[in-house]
């Protein structure tokens, strides 16, 4: 069956470009999630969805973050006049019954 | 709050060897912990999970890992290590909740070497 699908795999924007990445979670999953995975610095907790709705947003690192989730499944993470610090492989999952599927990842690089 | 700490963001074990990988929680409500696995280049899989069941719990390619709740641990081991055990792993926590998934931290991770 397919599994958590993520586009584009690759990104390489300028600095003050604003980009989109696409989650596209396993069918039937109510919770997604949305992760920052660095060198060194393990999986950065960004934002998760019950839904549509966002129970906990404490996880991103500014204003410049945000995300959406529509009918209970596509979710876009958008990073708004990129900086060179959000350069990272962004992770989405959804989970049921406990148990997170991961995608593959976008690696975002910012110039 | 829930917070994962893993000791040891490098651990070098010898073929043949013990794997124990150290990862201590802390949650304000009762856990489900979970072991993760990253192999070079790939994406993270479940390795195993505890959900309040059996404190022992047994995973994917022979690891295993025991909840003890009075030390606040979740190590992960696995009584002879392969080489192609060489891996990243990440601990995560979440807290319980009923009908529905909630938040998972994961903590930094911790680089499997293996020695031939």
């Known amino acids: 069956g397919a599994g958590v699908s993520q586009s584009p795999s690759n990104k390489v924007t300028e600095k003050g470009k604003d980009v989109e990445l696409r989650c596209d979670p396993i069918?039937?999953?109510?919770?997604l999630y949305w992760y920052r995975q660095s060198l060194g610095q393990g999986l950065e907790f960004l934002i998760y969805?019950?839904?549509?709705?966002?129970?906990?947003k404490s996880g991103l690192p500014s204003d410049r973050f945000s995300a959406e989730r529509t009918g209970g499944s596509v979710s876009t993470l958008t990073i708004q006049r990129t900086q060179q610090e959000d350069s990272a492989v962004y992770l989405c999952?959804?989970?049921?019954?406990?148990?997170?599927?991961f995608g593959p990842g976008t690696r975002l690089t910012v110039l | 709050a829930q917070s994962v700490t893993q000791l040891g963001s490098h651990v070098s074990v010898s073929e043949g060897a013990l794997v124990l990988l150290r990862c201590n929680y802390s949650?304000?409500?009762?856990?489900?912990l979970f072991w993760y696995v990253q192999y070079p280049n790939q994406g993270l899989q479940l390795l195993l999970k505890?959900?309040?069941?059996?404190?022992l719990v047994k995973g994917i390619n022979g690891f295993e890992a025991e909840f003890k709740k009075s030390e606040t641990s979740f190590h992960l081991t696995k009584p002879s290590a392969h080489m192609s055990d060489a891996a990243e792993y990440f601990c995560?926590?979440?807290?319980?909740?009923?009908?529905?998934?909630?938040?998972?931290?994961f903590g930094k991770g911790t680089r499997l070497h293996i020695l031939p």
């Open positions: 995560a926590v979440s807290a319980s909740r009923m009908n529905r998934d909630d938040k998972i931290i």
């Open positions: 505890y959900t309040s069941a059996a404190t």
């Open positions: 969805f019950q839904g549509n709705s966002a129970p906990d």
């Open positions: 999952a959804s989970s049921k019954h406990n148990e997170q599927f």
């Open positions: 069918s039937g999953h109510t919770a």
């Open positions: 949650s304000s409500v009762p856990p489900y």
